[in-house]
């Protein structure tokens, strides 16, 4: 689920709690270290993520937040931005060429560039926390 974030609003903030859970407790992200990746280049998206990128010649970025039971992805268009939702269960990450996440029939695919070494940590919390969820919640796919 795609929803545009420019401006705070009680409603999509309850949909994304009630998706993925509410944000890590400050003790907590002192705990994981940061629960925020720093800004990546977007090289490519799906189709049906196309009309969330800039048209012209920019370079588009995003950036992922780590939740309990899920990630938010945020996508700068200009002026507005907008955040994927996407709960751990739905959730695939591929290391090839950089980064790609797949989730909902969608995926984006992240730039290897330095700021992709410089998330390296970041990504091992992620992959972590997607085991540690698995293993709490098993689904049909990693039975």
């Known amino acids: 689920m795609v929803l545009e974030t420019t401006y705070t609003n009680k409603d999509t903030r309850k949909t994304i709690n ?10 907590q ?10 800004r990546m280049i977007i090289q490519e ?10 048209t012209v010649s920019d370079l588009n ?3 992922i937040e780590l939740r309990p039971n ?5 996508i700068n268009k200009g002026l507005k931005n907008y955040t994927w939702v996407i709960p751990y269960y739905q959730f695939y990450l591929y290391k090839t060429n950089g ?19 410089e998330n390296a940590s970041f990504f091992e919390k992620l992959i972590h926390l997607k085991a540690d969820y698995d293993l709490r919640f098993p689904h049909v796919d990693s039975i």
Not at 18 to 27: A, D, E, Q, T, V
């Open 29 to 38: 992200r002192l705990k994981l270290n940061g629960i925020g990746s720093k």
């Open 18 to 27: 009630n998706l993925i859970g509410k944000p890590f407790s400050f003790l």
């Open 45 to 54: 998206v799906s189709p049906n993520l196309k009309s969330y990128l800039n």
């Open 61 to 63: 970025y995003g950036n």
């Open 99 to 117: 980064i790609s996440i797949h989730a909902q029939g969608r995926f984006i695919h992240f730039k290897n560039n330095r700021t992709h070494k």
């Open 70 to 74: 899920g990630i938010l992805i945020g």
